[in-house]
Nanobody, 124 residues
Framework: QVQVVESGGGLVQAGDSLRLSCTAS????????MGWFRQAPGKEREFVAA????????YYADSVKGRFTISRDNAKNTVYLQMNSLKPEDTAVYYC?????????????????WGQGTQVTVSS
């Protein structure tokens, strides 16, 4: 069993930066791909970014490419999402997920464990 816990959300102004952290317990973290998804009010949950187990490959949604950076520290069982130049449309609950197998890392169905989410609010 893997427990996933996000932290670092908050209220910021447009143009500000924020770093989210996600800690996953369990010995499988270093062999798990990790992903960030978000869900805005009234919208479906959508892919934001993902990173391979080694950290060597990362993927981004077009809407965040160039502004967000995903990284991981396997020694700390932690994955990060650095968010720069935040926009009001980035306002959402951000979820972290761990995926043990293979698959399309942009798809929610390839992830096995999910956190409870952390709220990010960007004011204009």
């Amino acid at each position: 069993q893997v427990q996933v816990v996000e932290s670092g959300g908050g209220l910021v102004q447009a143009g500000d930066s924020l770093r989210l952290s996600c800690t996953a317990s369990g010995h499988t973290f270093s062999s798990s791909a990790m992903g960030w998804f978000r869900q805005a009010p009234g919208k479906e949950r959508e892919f934001v970014a993902a990173i391979s187990w080694s950290g060597g490959v990362s993927y981004y949604a077009d809407s965040v490419k160039g502004r967000f950076t995903i990284s991981r520290d396997n020694a700390k069982n932690t994955v990060y999402l650095q968010m720069n130049s935040l926009k009001p449309e980035d306002t959402a609950v951000y979820y972290c997920a761990a995926g043990l197998g293979y698959g399309n890392r942009r798809s929610q169905s390839t992830y096995d464990y999910w956190g409870q989410g952390t709220q990010v609010t960007v004011s204009s």
